[in-house]
């Protein structure tokens, strides 16, 4: 099965960082709209961010502007997920999606492939 990789999940204090990949083994992500979900316990899966094929369109949930930034690692064909002024709120379980339509994958709808998601825990 296809799968997008995750990586750099982790656990950090409250204020800490921490600097989320994906990529797309064997394939490229250049011609995809890439995005972040979340998923914390008990909690439905949420968007988080999104960036376009050539990183013209951005888009970030309100809890996480100003804190997070979604860049495309362009040399190493990687979308990544900066994080900063990481809040316990952030804690979740982290995916990657990528679709052909940047708006249908910020609603979360036509996602052609997803990552097996990697854990975001922040300690107050």
């Known amino acids: 099965q296809v799968q997008l990789v995750e990586s750099g999940g982790g656990l950090v204090q409250a204020g800490g960082s921490l600097r989320l990949s994906c990529a797309f083994p064997?394939?490229?992500?250049?011609?995809?709209?890439v995005g972040w979900f979340r998923q914390a316990p008990g909690k439905e899966r949420e968007f988080v961010s999104s960036?376009?094929?050539?990183?013209?369109?951005?888009n970030y949930a309100d809890s996480v502007k100003g804190r997070f930034t979604i860049s495309r690692g362009n040399a190493k064909d990687t979308v990544d997920l900066q994080m900063n002024l990481l809040e316990p709120e952030d804690t979740a379980v982290y995916y990657c999606?990528?679709?052909?339509?940047?708006?249908?994958?910020?609603?979360?709808?036509?996602?052609?492939?997803w990552g097996q998601g990697t854990q975001v825990t922040v300690s107050s």
């Open positions: 999606a990528a679709a052909t339509n940047h708006a249908a994958l910020r609603a979360g709808t036509n996602i052609k492939y």
């Open positions: 064997g394939r490229s992500l250049n011609t995809y709209a």
């Open positions: 960036i376009n094929f050539d990183g013209g369109r951005i």
